[in-house]
């Protein structure tokens, strides 16, 4: 099996890459690129994401063609996408950080700041937060209700269609930390680096 | 609910752990790796690396630490001491750690913060700032505490969020390495003044220490150094205790 991580110079993916290498088994080859050919020819794609939601748009088109085959992995191919925080923010049609910017449209809805009540919750939101699913995700199998994850983001996803919410975490409202619609999945928690919890979602994805 | 956070730190230099200490299962107490391990394994929400390595030609050893800590602990990695430049951030964070500390490179020039926070995001970039009080404020030192810039602590606070940093790792000179428990006033300035999260650091000596770093302090995250490195409490017993005072933590 094949797993790309796609590289789009989006800021530090190294503890993808470590996290990715730790749970994989022999037969799974973790491949680390954005070339075109390798990214279609792969069975599982991993969109990681840091930094703004413009700069990672701008990454993202800046590599010629990289919209357009992710877009035939995920929409026409349907074969199995993990995004991981901006990366999952990114499914959405619109995002609103530093700029409005047009997302990828995979998921409908808008991404915008957490709502910080007058100054009453700190942002970012940075830390381990417990979990709450709402539906039984393949990525969370083996994964209790109320596990920890670790997150770090000032911006949250609002999906327009809330069945494709796997789970939420508290701060400030029920924020969406995961999605899943039909093959595509996101987290806006970092499992990379949410101890042997979030390497188990890691695994679960391989494995899907 | 989100949690507050438990940080110890490991002081290393060229490549070695500072005084480090054979605990059951460790077989080199001087390897920062295995330390760090037995850290998150203990139930560290984060790790964090001071290198405060002297010479300019062994300052790589740290490059070296980092990628090999990554690999074995998955936990957030921060790593502070030394850093001048957005280069120096740049490979830090291509050798997987996830945070990158500036101190004395954010006080000299602002810009710094600014443009790695822009390019890198500001989750990775934590400002240090090492303050001390004179009178009725308190002042930021520079070059490990060396150097009195004269500058205030709660403005240069404000200053650093507006620069981009996400976070503030907050150090009272006064009490570093005293064991009496955090400069809380400072740190419940600092963190009224800021909207992002502060880290306390400099003077724990016991667990209640922890308890008012963020009962009294309003820190988010506590950092603590010697009573870990010194086998004095483990990360487990001091998430345990916290939780007993009502300060939520991840167990």
């Known amino acids: 099996m094949n797993v790309t991580i796609v590289d789009y110079n989006s800021g530090n993916i190294s503890s993808v890459i470590n996290s990715f290498k730790e749970v994989v088994k022999e037969k799974v080859n973790i491949e680390v690129t954005s070339n075109l050919n390798k990214i279609k020819s792969s069975d599982k794609v991993v969109l990681p994401g840091q930094g703004s939601f413009k700069s990672c748009i701008d990454a993202l088109s800046g590599i010629s063609g990289l919209v357009d085959t992710l877009n035939e992995f995920a929409i026409n191919d349907k074969k199995p996408l993990l995004g991981i925080c901006v990366g999952l923010q990114m499914f959405a049609d619109i995002g609103y950080e530093e700029t409005e910017t047009k997302g990828l449209g995979w998921i409908s809805g808008k991404v915008s700041k957490i709502d910080n009540q007058n100054n009453k919750y700190k942002l970012p939101h940075i830390g381990w937060n417990e979990i709450n699913i709402l539906k039984d995700s393949k990525i969370f199998k083996d994964i209790d209700n109320n596990s920890h994850m670790y997150f770090v983001h000032s911006y949250e996803f609002i999906p327009d269609d809330k069945s494709v919410i796997s789970a939420t975490t508290d701060y400030s409202s029920n924020i969406v930390c995961s999605v899943e619609k039909e093959n595509i999945f996101g987290t806006q928690f970092h499992p990379e680096k949410s101890d042997k919890i979030g390497l188990q979602i890691i695994e679960n994805f391989i494995n899907l | ?251």
């Open chain 2, 1 to 251: 609910m989100l949690k507050n956070r438990i940080i110890p730190c490991l002081d290393v230099k060229n490549g070695r752990v500072v005084k480090g200490i054979n605990f059951v299962d460790l077989k080199d107490a001087g390897d920062p790796v295995e330390q760090a391990k037995i850290y998150s394994d203990g139930g560290a929400d984060e790790i964090c690396f001071l290198d405060i390595t002297a010479s300019n030609e062994n300052r790589n050893t740290i490059y070296d630490v980092v990628e090999k800590t990554s690999k074995k602990c998955f936990v957030p990695l921060t790593v502070g001491g030394g850093v001048r430049s957005v280069d120096d951030i740049n490979k830090l964070l291509n050798c997987g750690a996830d945070k990158v500390s500036i101190n004395t490179a954010a006080v000299q020039n602002s810009e710094v913060v600014a443009e790695s926070s822009k390019k890198f995001g500001s989750q990775c970039i934590v400002v240090a700032i090492d303050a001390k009080k004179n009178s009725n404020n308190w002042e930021i030192f520079t070059h490990g505490g060396r150097n009195n810039t004269g500058i205030d602590a709660i403005e240069f606070a404000e200053k650093m969020e507006n620069s981009g940093a996400g976070e503030l790792l907050v150090t009272s000179m006064d009490r570093d390495g005293t064991q009496v428990g955090y400069d809380i006033e400072l740190m419940s300035k600092i963190s009224s003044k800021v909207n992002i999260p502060v880290i306390a650091s400099g003077g724990v000596g016991n667990l209640d220490h922890l308890v008012d770093g963020i009962k009294l302090g309003n820190a988010s995250a506590v950092l603590a150094a010697s009573i870990f490195h010194y086998g004095k409490y483990s990360v487990k017993e001091a998430k345990e205790y916290l939780d007993l005072k009502g300060i939520p933590v991840r167990i």
